[in-house]
């Protein structure tokens, strides 16, 4: 294993895999910060995943191009969002159950959507996908170069989307707007900020994030649309919010680590046979389980999470 | 996907005949319950379009249920065996125990497990002599690699892939002593990116030769043994079709193996046997075509060990 980590060729593709595995969590996580920092849950990022990377598959089938694929899946996500959060604001649905809901939803109606768009050959058609991108001079570099700066675009959008996230949340006005509208929103009302419009965008933009990775999955990984694809990707996401204490770079962070585990189960059968293969595939989530209770005793979540808002109440 | 509406007046017909209908004569229903999806390029997709098509030919109401969980076998069995299916099949191995505790109860009904494990008066088997198939891919895959590494990636442990690995094993070190051989367990049959970055992962550590015998996963694998341009090994049906780069495959060809047994059972000759498909009935059982690349010596040395196991003379283990 240690070996493993002295040969840069291991270490550029052990860091490669790991950048693959974590991005589409990474965006759903991001995705479900915002939804949770504005005060509601978002259970259903798992379903909003598989939505984006049904619309990517079916945009980029129809029309022979990839940045149709992309703006359809972000599109789906959109849509999924705001069910959600009609569901959840306007008709107060218990969030935890609507995002249950979406998430069966979504992987019928994906399960049902590709077998009319793709037909007879459902899970085999190919579609076009994003080309990587690398950044001159800095792809060149050992080990970090071909890793970090010979990526997909979405992945420097990933990077982007997280770094201004971030100043935006915690630097601008708008940002505290939306974080005082999940601590109190009633105190947020009374200081005439917009609580349900605030709400209702930031969840459709949790799901055009969540979306943007299974945009990943299907234009940037494996070029097609199969059935439940996004595999639990989504609720991995929802650990890695937790992990990431609600902060954009924390859960990308927490994201990251969960895909290095991913990265290293699947390396280290072969140097341990004889240890029953069960063992490795739960490093993931005993990595997170280990990360909850341990690193993050004092996390605090907002306040007014999961609480559904009603002006008319006391 | 539990209720079949399109059949379902078609289940009420056979309702009302269900008690004419006994062990001996032939099958007028059969309903098949699935663990995956019917479009999933693979098992179950095999598994709905045997019974489909058996259904057509042979004249039989057919009927499915799809995505059943673990605990929900044991009810969707009893559900069509309730609705008075004559013959109702549990595709997979893991159907067994459920179908031993719903074949108890409905004694009239008869049963089929698809890759089971142990039979009654009403509970019948149908597989494969896996170890045939395993043994040839792993002798051509260790005729054909030149580092010396080949590679395998299985879902789950269970009888199938078991045996598959180990006699894939065997093979490649009757071909080429030393063959290094790295086995991957994704545990998910259908995640087609770790599917894929388990592939990337086994060709990075040196595999040129990687066998993915997945469900829907396996064409994340196969994306990557083409990016990487190395030899893959098809599962199910004749794969070079569909990926060039595929050296030979094992078809094990569910709906043929289903066809034989429904065939049986629509003449009411079907008993609680076990029905095992071997290379020498190539309708359930078969090699595909060669790679090009395989050299004529190698391809001959290959359709004589077909030859000897056909005849009995090479059996390889496990059976």
């Known amino acids: ?314 | 996907m539990q209720l079949n509406r399109r059949l379902l007046p078609g289940a009420f017909a056979a309702l009302f005949l269900w008690t004419g209908v006994a062990l001996g004569s032939g099958i007028e229903s059969a309903a098949i319950v699935m663990p995956g999806s019917i479009s999933d390029n693979g098992w179950n997709q095999a598994g709905h379009d045997g019974l489909t098509k058996a259904g057509e030919e042979f004249g039989f109401e057919t009927a499915y249920s799809e995505n059943i969980e673990q605990p929900e076998h044991v009810e969707a069995l009893s559900d069509y065996a309730r609705r008075g299916y004559d013959l109702v099949i549990g595709h997979g191995g893991e159907f067994q125990d459920a179908v031993k505790r719903v074949a108890k109860r409905f004694p009239d009904t008869m049963f089929m497990v698809n890759n089971g494990l142990g039979t009654e008066r009403n509970i019948a088997n149908a597989d494969f002599y896996f170890s045939q198939l395993g043994y040839l891919m792993g002798y051509t895959a260790g005729k054909m690699t030149k580092s010396g590494t080949v590679g395998i990636i299985a879902a789950q442990k269970f009888k199938f892939t078991n045996d598959t690995v180990a006699s894939y094993k065997a093979g490649a070190e009757a071909a080429r002593a030393g063959t290094r051989m790295l086995v991957t367990w994704t545990g998910d049959w259908d995640d087609v990116s770790k599917g894929k970055e388990a592939a990337l992962n086994q060709i990075s550590q040196g595999a040129d030769v990687v066998w993915p015998t997945m469900d829907s996963a396996t064409l994340g694998s196969m994306q990557a043994v083409q990016e990487k341009g190395v030899y893959g090994i098809g599962i199910y049906r004749d794969a070079i079709k569909e990926w060039p780069e595929i050296l030979q495959s094992a078809i094990l060809d569910v709906r043929g193996n289903m066809r034989a047994y429904l065939k049986l059972a629509a003449e009411g000759k079907l008993e609680g046997k076990s029905y095992k498909g071997d290379l020498s009935n190539p309708e359930a059982m078969r090699i595909g075509s060669y790679h090009p690349d395989i050299p004529a010596d190698v391809v001959a040395e290959i359709n004589s060990l077909v030859e000897q196991m056909k005849a009995g003379s090479l059996r390889p283990l496990p059976y």
């Not at chain 1, 959507?113 to 792809?139: K, W």
């Not at chain 1, 929103?185 to 005439?192: K, L």
């Not at chain 1, 924390?250 to 994201?255: E, F, P, Q, T």
């Open chain 1, 1 to 314: 294993m240690i070996e493993q980590f002295a040969d840069p060729q291991h270490l550029a593709e052990i860091l490669a895999s790991t950048i693959r595995i974590a991005t589409p969590v990474a965006f759903a996580a991001l995705g479900g910060v915002l939804s949770e920092r504005s005060g509601v849950y978002n259970i259903g990022l798992e379903g909003m995943i598989l939505a984006g990377a049904f619309g990517a598959a079916a945009g980029s089938y129809a029309a022979g191009s990839p940045a149709v694929g992309l703006l359809m899946g972000v599109l789906c996500g959109l849509v999924a969002g705001a069910l959600l959060a009609l569901l959840a604001i306007r008709f107060r649905v218990n969030q935890l159950v609507a995002g249950i809901a979406i998430n069966l939803l979504l992987a019928g109606l994906t399960a049902f959507g590709s077998r009319l768009v793709f037909g007879e050959r459902a899970g085999g058609a190919r579609v076009e996908g994003l080309a990587p991108a690398e950044i001159p001079l800095l792809s060149d570099l050992p080990i970090v170069g071909p890793a970090f700066f010979a990526q997909d675009p979405l992945v420097y959008l990933l990077v982007a989307l997280t770094i201004s996230g971030w100043w935006w949340l915690f630097r601008t006005g708008s940002g505290l707007d939306l974080r005082a509208t999940g601590e109190n929103p009633r105190a947020a009302d009374t200081a005439g900020i917009a609580v349900f419009r605030t709400r209702y965008l930031a969840v459709m933009i949790s799901g055009a994030l969540a979306a943007a990775g299974g945009c990943h999955l299907v234009l940037s990984q494996v070029y097609l649309f199969s059935e439940g694809m996004s595999a639990g990707k989504g609720f991995i996401a929802l650990a890695a919010i937790i992990l990431g204490r609600w902060s954009p770079v924390g859960a990308i962070l927490a994201a990251l680590l969960f895909g290095f585990c991913d990265t290293m189960q699947l390396r280290l059968q072969f140097a341990n046979p004889d240890v029953p293969y069960q063992v490795f595939l739960i490093i993931p989530y005993a990595a997170a389980l280990i990360a909850l209770v341990g690193l993050v005793g004092k996390s605090r979540p907002p306040a007014s999470i999961g609480l559904s808002y009603d002006r008319e109440t006391r």
